[in-house]
């Protein structure tokens, strides 16, 4: 499951290489572009969008892997809550992974004062059950961004990659 899939270009990358995937977004224009690059792409089979307000809404099930890359939005919308929702939507053995700035580009529409959380930090508010989890990647990585009008900045991504090693998880976190 992709949360905040926009046009669906992760999910169609995931669905290409086999996946089954859920891609989430609260934009139906969004979805709609989404869905027709499915199926351009030869792979509607395997890839549904579905439109959620994941403060309100949230997909049924688990899933082996859960991704939120750069799920970030200047208006506020519960975003602790959603991505610990999201959490209790990885199965067993299954992966989430979370990426997000970690940093801003000199032409970015964020203001320049806006703190941006470690990896460490991001963690720590899921909250989560550390007997059920284990760390693959928490960490940051730099790399390079291209602006609007070619130019270049290094800047930092905050991943969280952990994976669900109770084998009897059912879908319900216990603490």
Do not use: K
Request: aromatic share 8%; glycine share 10%; hydrophobic share 45%.
């Amino acid at each position: 499951m992709e949360l905040g899939c926009a046009r669906g270009d992760d999910a169609i990358w995931l669905a290409q290489r086999g996946w089954m995937v859920t891609g989430v977004d609260i934009s139906e224009t969004a979805l709609e572009a989404a869905r027709v690059a499915a199926s351009a792409a030869g792979v509607a089979g395997h890839v549904q969008f579905e439109r959620h307000e994941l403060g309100e809404s949230f997909p049924e099930g688990t899933f082996d892997l859960v991704t939120a890359l750069f799920l970030q939005s200047p208006m506020p919308f519960g975003r602790t809550q959603v991505l610990r929702r999201a959490a209790q939507a990885v199965g067993a053995g299954g992966l989430l992974l979370l990426v997000t700035h970690g940093s801003r580009a000199p032409w970015s529409w964020s203001a320049p004062d806006t703190v941006y959380p470690s990896a460490a930090d991001e963690l720590a508010a899921l909250a989560l059950a550390p007997a059920q989890w284990r760390e693959v990647f928490v960490g940051s990585l730099s790399r390079t961004a291209f602006g609007p009008s070619g130019e270049q900045a290094s800047v930092l991504d905050t991943i969280v990659a952990i994976e669900r090693c109770d084998p009897l998880y059912s879908g319900v976190e216990s603490r």
